[in-house]
Every structure is written in structure tokens, then in C-alpha cells.
């Protein structure tokens, strides 16, 4: 992303920007509800990624979207997601027990794991069918077409939703992938760390998805970055997933090989986040 590219195509405003990749999150949480209802693991995914592309592309254009209203949505997000999240936890856990373990999960503990399933599948259907869940969604639509952050802020605010694309967005992803290896030189110690960092890479991630789908030109530092970000995020998923799996199974993930394994995730999150500098 340079300057010259941006002079010769200045593209959309941060305004526009904004709102282009808003609106498709939003159109992407709606047409999953219905398989996610059903229960289907890659529609709960689906609507999962929809409101993290739609929570990193408010964080990145925060200097001028923020208005009275966003807090609530803010709020309502988490508790979508607060239904979202163990649905998709199981989900997961459930795909790693059929392929990741090497004898079968004790029936007891088979049990224990379809329960807990069928539960948080059962509260997410109930929140999605909710008429809490449809004033959220009407909500986000309206607020990114015709919110108070398009007319209030400070004239700063106004001239940041003026301004091009480009110029704006070579800025602040230099500060995003800054902030990624500040933090990550910092360890990798503790769940709560690590969490932090993979929603870290991974809204870095796909903020760069988003700025290149927009006709956004990518340099080939850029492309290595977006593509350590990636594998990063997907170290430490990874590793989370390890974590869940030996919780269910410790028989097959003694401690000799969970430290061996573990040793290696966290490995090569470090290195993906070197390669970020």
C-alpha cells in the first residue's frame, strides 16, 4: 500500500469504506441464522466470523464511528456471542474427538461432551430465535447506514469519515501490527494472554482481507504480514483446542506429549509474530 497508488486511485472515503464492509457482516450473520437454528457447526462459524469482521472493522474506523449508540450494540454483541461461543467450542471439540483421539472418548465423558452440545445448541437456537437477537441485527443495520456517528463527533471525526482510504488505512495498520509485536515480545504465558493475542492477529487478519477486497493494493510485506497474522492466530487456536482435548482425554495426551506439543504451537506462534516486523 503506497502513497503514489493512492494518488493515482484515490478510492472511497473511511465513511464509505466503513460501511462496504459493515453491511456484508451483517447480510452474512443473517443468512446463517436459519442452518444455525438446525444446529449446522459451519453456520454458527459463519455468523461467528461475521460479527468478528464487524467488531474489526468498527475497532479499526473507532475515530470516527463512535456515537451514543454503539456502547449498546457493543453490549448486545457480547451476549450474541455469549450463545455463539460455547456452541462453537463444542462444535469444535466435538470434530477434533472423530478425527484428533486415538481410542474413542469413555462413553461416560462421550455423554458428558454430546450433552453439553445439545445445550448450548438449544440456548443458541433460543437466542437467535429471540426478539432480542432481530432488534440487534435491525439495530446494526440502521446504525451503519444512518447512525449518529455519520453527524456527530468532533471535526476531527469529520474529517477522519472524509478521508481516503488509502491514506488512512496504511496509518493504522502500522499501528495494529506495532500494537501485535509489541504485545506478543511480551510472552505468551497464561490462556488469558494468549486469547488476547490471537483476536488480536486475527482482526489484524482480516482487516487487510477486508482493505484488499475493496481494491486496496497489497505490497508484498503486507502479504507476508497478513499471512503471519493468519498462521499466529491459528497456532494459538490450535493450542486452545489442545488444551479442551486433553481436559476430555488425558490418556491420549499425556504430559510428555502435551508439553511436546504445546512447545511446538507456541513455537510457531512466536515465529509468525517475528515475521511481523
Sequence with gaps: MTA???????GPNCQSAFQRMARPCVALIREHRGAACRGRPEAIHQIRIGLTRLQAARK????????????????????????????RDNDVTTGHVRTGLKKPLAAKDSKLLALATRRSHRRLT???RSKRYDRLIAALSHWIDAGPWLTTGAAAARHRRR?????????????????????????????RRRHRLRIAAKRYRY????????????SRSGTRQR???????RALGDLRDLQRLRNLQPQDFPVRIYRRRKKRLLRQA?????SLR
Excluded: H
Excluded at 61 to 86: C, H, R, V, Y
Excluded at 207 to 218: D, F, K
Excluded at 270 to 274: C, D, K, L, Y
Design 126 to 128: 433460543s437466542v437467535l
Design 270 to 274: 512466536r515465529q509468525a509474530f517475528r
Design 163 to 191: 478521508q481516503i482510504l488509502a491514506d488512512y488505512a496504511a496509518a493504522r495498520l502500522q499501528r495494529w501490527k506495532r500494537r501485535l509485536v509489541r504485545d506478543s515480545a511480551g510472552g505468551m504465558k497464561g490462556n
Design 227 to 233: 499471512e503471519a497474522a493468519q498462521f499466529a492466530q
Design 60 to 87: 479499526f474506523f473507532a475515530a470516527m464511528t463512535q456515537d451514543g449508540e454503539w456502547p449498546w450494540l457493543k453490549t448486545e454483541i457480547i451476549w450474541l456471542n455469549s450463545a455463539l461461543g460455547p456452541a
Design 207 to 218: 482487516m487487510r482481507e477486508a482493505l484488499l477486497a475493496l481494491g486496496i493494493p497489497e
Design 4 to 10: 503514489s497508488s493512492s494518488a493515482s486511485k484515490p
